[in-house]
């Protein structure tokens, strides 16, 4: 594998929280699209902390009563490399 230094110093901004339908699993947030479901992901905090998401998860939040989180997470490795 090749290493890219700009890897190291990435950060992404996931919104995090537990299942609403009750299975207890926490994971990745997902917003609906025309194009389907997508995890509610960034690597810019401002794009991901923007009014209408934070709108929006707040009222899931409140409607489901499961806390959900703005967490940051650093790169740790790189698991697999799909070269051209």
Known sequence: MTEDKRLKTIELFAWVGEDELGSGEIGIKQGLVPAGYIPL?????????????????TKQAQQYGKTIRLCRFVFSEVIQELEP
Do not use: M, N
């Not at 992901?41 to 998860?57: D, E, N, S, Y």
């Open 41 to 57: 992901v960034a690597i810019q905090r401002t794009k991901i902390q923007r009014g209408h998401i934070v709108q929006g998860l």
